[in-house]
């Protein structure tokens, strides 16, 4: 079992950075793909960037793709994800998220454990 939560989340104006943190508990943090995925208002919930149990693979999605960061610190059982040059389209709630395949997986029905989320505002 894998608990998760988030933190790092705000406002920041267009063209700024933040860098969110999911803080895990449990002895086999380290078996775990990790991601991060974000809903907007009224949208559907979108993949944004995973990582495999090993931190030397990662995959993002194409709208974020040169902009941010995801990686992982096994020993802290800790997940990050940098955002940089933000854009108002990245305004959402933000939320990390554990699979037990180890791989990475790019979609929610393989996470079975989820954080409350955290909320992203970008202002124009």
């Known amino acids: 079992q894998v608990q998760l939560v988030e933190s790092g989340g705000g406002l920041v104006q267009a063209g700024g950075s933040l860098r969110l943190s999911c803080a895990a508990s449990?002895?086999?943090?380290?078996?775990?793909?990790m991601g991060w995925f974000r809903q907007a208002p009224g949208k559907k919930r979108e993949f944004v960037a995973s990582i495999n149990e090993g931190g030397d693979n990662t995959y993002y999605a194409d709208s974020v793709k040169g902009r941010f960061t995801i990686s992982r610190d096994n020993a802290k059982k800790m997940v990050y994800l940098q955002m940089n040059n933000l854009k108002p389209e990245d305004t959402a709630v933000y939320r990390c998220?554990?699979?037990?395949?180890?791989?990475?997986?790019?979609?929610?029905?393989?996470?079975?454990?989820w954080g409350q989320g955290t909320q992203v505002t970008v202002s124009s």
């Open positions: 449990g002895r086999t943090f380290s078996t775990y793909g």
């Open positions: 998220a554990a699979e037990s395949t180890g791989f990475g997986e790019m979609t929610e029905v393989w996470y079975a454990y």
